[in-house]
């Protein structure tokens, strides 16, 4: 028995649940050693009872194994487990990883630099073009973009870090063989060729309701940090956002009108503490220091000569955003010579302002 039929066994266990996996994990590191073992070394592991224990050593779904493995053998989807070396590592270091991901499409190390984004099925045609222009942002520092393959903001997602070149996965609450919504027909295919599609759940898992909220920790948990773009009071989106804080990630939201009803959440979680975003920048000054592939500041190639003291503010400058008083302390200059400056600068087209009187390079 390898480790991918074991972990096929296990899930395959009625009741046995995810939590008591791992506490059988923790017991046993080698998974093919818990179906060596016996009874009474079952039963000292934390919510194994006796009854639980015998179903362990006695259960073998012949049927459902050999099925999910044919399967893999006559598709292009695979099985990756936690034991694996090409299993995601942000998601392995999370507090319930799954077992297993089913996927179609291949990780990549570089999808370490991952930031997930998620919003409401009903979003505003506001919340799609804001996605898209975070998505460009983040695309152009070769940051993968996860979601939901869920319609409104999870679709506008992955569709423009298609758009633009990037990388993006897809988080499924069914089985990777099932296409929910059945309009994202062809969008499974372009992620397929620029990212992954994947899923805890075994092939032939339909899509039902209580499947989604178990795969958002999936999602946060793939990723740096999460954004919620658009989501209702009670919305699937900030339970992804809660996931994240649990996780220990970063948590994003778009601030939105106090009397619009798809901004109530994101409105919420800035309460609490969430990081509010009006750029890609916003989100990049929080990773950065995270990232284990940012990248590099590229030589720009001026066509204009500069004039006066831009020379100076313009080498004090970086390609991170620096806050006015950083810069007027390393160009002994005061704000408001900074200020005129700056603004020719962006005239010229090489400096950009962001929140907080803030500046950088344009690279």
Excluded at 151 to 162: F, L, P, Q, V
Excluded at 256 to 263: A, L, P, Q, T, Y
Excluded at 320 to 338: A, G, M
Excluded at 346 to 351: N, S, Y
């Amino acid at each position: 028995m390898d480790y991918t039929e074991a972990a096929l066994r296990l899930i395959a266990i009625k009741g046995l649940g995810i939590r008591r996996v791992y506490n059988l994990l923790t017991v046993f590191p080698d998974i093919q050693s818990i179906f060596s073992t016996n009874l009474k070394e079952l039963c000292k592991v934390p919510g194994i009872s006796k009854k639980m224990a015998s179903k362990i050593l006695s259960e073998y779904d012949t049927d459902f194994i050999q099925g999910q493995m044919e399967i893999v053998e006559k598709s292009p989807f695979k099985m990756i487990t936690l034991f694996d070396k090409n299993y995601p590592q942000l998601l392995k270091k999370i507090y319930d990883p799954p077992l297993i991901l089913f996927h179609h499409g291949e990780f990549k190390k570089e999808d370490h630099d991952a930031i997930s984004i998620v919003g409401m099925r009903n979003c505003s045609q506001r919340g799609k073009d804001i996605t898209a222009d975070l998505v460009k942002g983040l695309t152009e520092q070769n940051i993968t973009i996860i979601s939901g393959f869920a319609r409104g903001i999870d679709t506008a997602s992955h569709k423009a870090a298609i758009k633009y070149g990037g990388r993006t996965i897809a988080v499924l609450g069914n089985g990777i063989d099932k296409i929910y919504p059945p309009e994202n027909r062809a969008l499974r295919k372009e992620i397929v060729e620029n990212g992954v599609y994947c899923s805890e759940f075994p092939f032939g898992t339909k899509p039902d309701a209580q499947n989604f909220p178990r795969r958002n920790r999936i999602i946060s948990g793939l990723s740096l940090g999460t954004i919620v773009i658009e989501a209702g009071e009670r919305s699937g989106s900030l339970l992804t956002a809660y996931y994240a804080l649990d996780q220990n990630r970063e948590v994003f939201a778009l601030p939105g009108r106090m009397n619009d009803s798809k901004c109530i959440g994101p409105n919420k979680l800035i309460q609490k503490g969430a990081k509010l975003v009006t750029c890609v920048d916003d989100i990049l000054q929080e990773v950065e220091k995270q990232r284990e592939f940012p990248v590099k500041a590229r030589q720009l190639e001026l066509d204009f000569d500069f004039v006066g003291d831009e020379k100076i503010v313009w080498d004090a400058l970086e390609f991170e955003p620096i806050q006015i008083d950083k810069l007027s302390e390393k160009t002994n200059k005061n704000s408001y010579e900074l200020l005129s400056t700056l603004l020719t600068l962006e005239l010229k087209g090489v400096v950009r302002q962001t929140s907080g009187k803030r500046f950088s390079k344009i690279g």
